[in-house]
């Protein structure tokens, strides 16, 4: 077991899988000598060369077309989007196309297609390029949708990716990639999708936090310790297919549940997760659930001004407080 | 060149495109098809002289307008009509309809009903061709309207970067629904764009089975020598609306008129065939025959097909193992 980044945990398993199967490749921009912009593909064209390890121009329907065209041929692409919010360059190819080619056709394709990328916000990267839109893809049917929040779970969620049969989006955060952690060292490594982790077991109110908010609600749950308040943290890891058994089981022993994400709270994935909730377990529910999630405004640039926009440790302490009563 | 098996083998196939697309138009007259219905008819030079050089392991992509492409590709036209008919005999289990068939096994990647949609798709199988070091090639068919989208710069420029053994082929119908090329199109001849990717346009009479073979076989030949990719432009003429229920007031009736009495690709390539003395008029009134048998037992299949089950709506939305 060593010690490394997010970033190397993803470099390291692209690598192994790419040794594993010679029909997986890495496509995007800036991917070969720059390796990525956070390092991801780090000097791999060194090892595979630049056929495996391929420079795409700025053509975003290109690349996640390209990615679906080769899948369907028998490869197995991974297919770098640099920002996720580039997503809406080529949505068509991703919504219209790789969604549904399956399904419309009859169930002939097979489509071993990883479509990834980072999002989110805390590098002043502004607007366009510091959204979290993993929401979406769990709103429009045909992708499986991997939100990584530690290194160990980008290696083991990145290998399931890859030798997934059906096209899976994978979210990385842009402020996770410096965090460091135990990732095992086996290259067989992997973490089943639609299996959720708790990260911190607690009794008396259940938080559910993907991504950069998972460390976030866990220091929430550091405070709340120290008011007498007992946060169960769960991380989902996968949207699609989500874990709702165990967010359920925790609502049913806490009673109370609050949902925060970085993506918009309009529609954002944690309204699902309450529907479900409020479906399978409304008469353990001891107060309304509550839905934390970025203020319907774009990402502005300044720094104060960005961290207004999405939830803060405090608004989730005072949730927790809230639907606690106390 | 043309030999005597593929000439026989083109004629088929036109008049199977020919027969499947007026029996559509039949039907869903008759109120027996649903949906958006967009018929070849018109432009069946175009798929058979093409797929005519392909094997089950050369891809293609089509378009919203690919029922000849898939026919000519090798789909049976019992499947395809159940297909359009929404029975669960058809191609996609009633799933598609006409704008999404496709046939992996046969190499079609399958048709789409966005304009300009399977542009990157057919470029990507080209990639997975090369880096696979298979000696075939991708085809991908889209229309004029297409060649105004950003994906057709993105792919044909990705294609020409990385010497993509795929064949851009645009088929100009003149209209891109209702609106004419010379509306909404900046060249000519659309082939004129190869220029700003760097690779060889050709623009040739559509209608004219041996002038796409011809354009056809040099592209391909290119495309597996390993120099990539080609864009040949088809002009053609599309005998019916730009959809079933299409009024067509764009357009003068006097000028379909004439595509129909004096350019009918199918009527040309006969003339030619006799003119070649390649196949005799016997053989091609017995194609004529078999395949207006072949239409009709299709057209039996798919109106005594089983609708799909609805207890299976949500299978095959993920690969399950």
Redesign the interface.
């Given at each position: 077991m060593a010690v490394i980044s997010y970033a190397q945990a993803i470099r390291k398993v692209i690598a192994e899988e790419m040794r594993r199967d010679e029909r997986v490749?890495l496509m995007g921009e800036d991917v070969e000598k720059l390796g990525g912009v956070f390092g991801t593909s780090r000097d791999l064209f060194k090892e595979f060369g630049t056929?495996?390890i391929r420079n795409?121009?700025i053509?975003e329907?290109?690349i996640?077309?390209?990615?679906?065209?080769?899948?369907?041929?028998?490869?197995r692409?991974i297919a770098e989007l640099m920002y996720w919010d580039f997503a809406f360059v080529c949505a068509?190819?991703i919504f219209?196309?790789v969604c549904?080619?399956?399904?419309?056709?009859?169930?002939?394709?097979?489509?071993p297609l990883v479509i990834r990328g980072q999002q989110g916000t805390g590098r002043g990267n502004a607007a366009t390029h510091s959204q979290s839109v993993e929401s979406i893809f769990m709103h429009i049917?045909?992708v499986?949708v991997a939100c990584p929040a530690t290194p160990a779970d980008a290696a083991g969620l990145l290998r399931t990716a890859i030798r997934d049969?059906?096209p899976v989006c994978f979210f990385e955060h842009k402020a996770l990639y410096i965090t460091k952690g135990e990732v095992p060292d086996d290259p067989e490594f992997s973490i089943p999708f639609g299996e959720a982790v708790i990260r911190r077991e607690g009794s008396d109110v259940t938080i559910v936090a993907n991504l950069l908010y998972v460390s976030r609600a866990l220091e929430a749950a550091d405070e709340l310790a120290k008011d007498g308040i007992s946060a169960e943290v769960i991380d989902p890891r996968t949207l699609v297919p989500f874990d709702y058994e165990t967010v359920e089981e925790s609502v049913r022993k806490t009673g109370r549940l609050v949902v925060v994400h970085e993506a918009h709270q309009v529609n954002g994935w944690g309204a699902q997760v309450i529907t479900e909730v409020g479906k399978r377990a409304f008469r353990y529910l001891d107060a309304a659930p509550i839905h934390l999630g970025a203020k319907s405004c774009p990402l502005p640039f300044n720094l104060a001004l960005e961290q207004a926009v999405i939830p803060s440790v405090k608004d989730i302490v005072d949730a927790c407080h809230a639907v606690s009563y106390r | 060149m043309i030999d005597e098996k593929k000439a026989l083998w083109i004629y088929k196939t036109m008049k199977e495109i020919r027969e499947f697309e007026e029996t559509a138009w039949t039907l869903f007259t008759e109120n027996k098809l649903r949906g958006s219905v967009h018929l070849y008819t018109g432009q069946e030079a175009v798929a058979a002289a093409i797929c005519s050089q392909l094997t089950d392991e050369d891809?293609i992509?089509s378009t919203h307008r690919g029922h000849g492409h898939c026919i000519a590709k090798g789909a049976r036209l019992d499947f395809a009509l159940a297909e359009l008919m929404g029975k669960a005999t058809?191609?996609?289990?009633g799933?598609?309809g006409s704008m999404?068939i496709?046939?992996?096994n046969k190499g079609n990647?399958?048709a789409?009903a966005?304009v300009g949609?399977g542009?990157?798709?057919?470029?990507?199988?080209?990639?997975?061709?090369k880096?696979?070091k298979k000696n075939h090639v991708?085809v991908c068919f889209f229309g004029d309207g297409a060649s105004n989208q950003?994906?057709f710069h993105?792919?044909i420029?990705?294609a020409s970067?990385w010497k993509l053994p795929v064949i851009y082929v645009c088929e100009n119908n003149e209209f891109g629904m209702t609106v004419p090329v010379s509306q909404s199109t900046s060249v000519r001849n659309i082939s004129d764009r190869a220029k700003g990717y760097g690779i060889p346009g050709e623009t040739v009479d559509g209608n004219d089975v041996e002038a796409v073979f011809d354009a056809f076989a040099r592209a391909k030949e290119r495309a597996l020598r390993g120099d990539g990719p080609t864009l040949i432009e088809c002009k053609t003429y599309r005998w019916r609306g730009h959809w079933t229920g299409d009024p067509e007031t764009y357009r003068d009736r006097e000028v379909t008129e004439e595509w129909r009495e004096k350019r009918d690709p199918i009527s040309l390539f006969r003339t030619c065939l006799k003119a070649r003395n390649l196949v005799s008029d016997a053989a091609l009134d017995a194609v004529d025959t078999a395949v207006a048998e072949e239409m009709r037992k299709a057209v039996e299949f798919a109106e005594s097909s089983p609708e799909p089950d609805a207890a299976h709506v949500m299978?095959?939305?993920?690969?399950e193992?």
């Open positions: 490749f056929d495996r795409t121009p053509s329907s290109a996640v077309g390209a990615g679906l065209g080769a899948a369907c041929a028998g490869m692409p068509d190819q219209n196309q549904k080619t399956r399904y419309v056709f009859g169930g002939n394709a097979i489509i049917p045909g499986k049969d059906n | 891809y992509t058809g191609y996609c289990k799933r598609s999404h496709a046939d992996f990647l399958g789409n966005i949609g542009l990157p798709i057919a470029t990507g199988a080209a990639l997975a061709q880096m696979q991708t950003g994906t993105e792919s420029n990705l970067v299978d095959d939305v993920f690969y193992g």
